[in-house]
Each structure stands twice: as structure tokens, then as C-alpha cells.
């Protein structure tokens, strides 16, 4: 099953997938949607209880922060981890990425 369609993609029913970009800074703001650019960097929450990664794309000379909000925690920092594994490859291809239907 593709990750941007595995169960757990989700927060209170809602598909995470993909998020919704913020420019962050560099050219002008190209308001991008969608599985666009290519993964920079990916933080974790650092608070307890909190269950969201932060991903940093560029994109046509850009860049954007985007949030994925998680019901469940433990699926969250098996996100992170795959995302921290795929810093530098594009968005599409990383929501594209094989994953086991049980987390």
C-alpha cells in the first residue's frame, strides 16, 4: 500500500496526505499544492502527547513547511523515520513508497 493512502495517513478522519505547503522563505511564493518539490529536512515533535512531523521542501527556489498531523503516535515516528530516510527524494515519489498495511 502507497503511504499516502495507508490508514493511519490521517487526523480525526481527515487524509494528512499531502500536506498543505507554507512558504517559508527564498523567490517568491509559488503558493504550491499538492506531491510537488523535493524533501529537505523532516522534524519531529518534541512535545509529548503531540503526534505531527514537520517536512521542509524546496521547490522552484523555495522553501515550504508542511505538517502531518497523526492520530496515533506510534505511526507517526515510523513516518518520521521513512521521511528522515528520504531526505532529498521528491515528494511524489516518497508519497508513492511501499508500506505495510499494518503499522
Sequence with gaps: MEL???????????????????????A?????????GNLKSVLLS?????????????YEGAEYVGRLL???GPFCSEVYKLLRDHRGHSIQE???LEVSHTP
Design 28 to 36: 517568491e511564493d509559488k503558493h504550491p499544492e499538492g506531491d510537488v
Design 94 to 96: 516518497i508519497g508513492g
Design 4 to 26: 499516502r493512502h495507508h490508514p493511519l495517513m490521517s487526523y480525526r478522519g481527515l487524509p494528512n496526505w499531502p500536506p498543505i505547503w507554507l512558504w517559508r522563505c527564498g
Design 46 to 58: 518534541g512535545f509529548e502527547g503531540f503526534s505531527r512531523c514537520y517536512l521542509i521542501i524546496d
Design 70 to 72: 497523526f492520530d496515533d
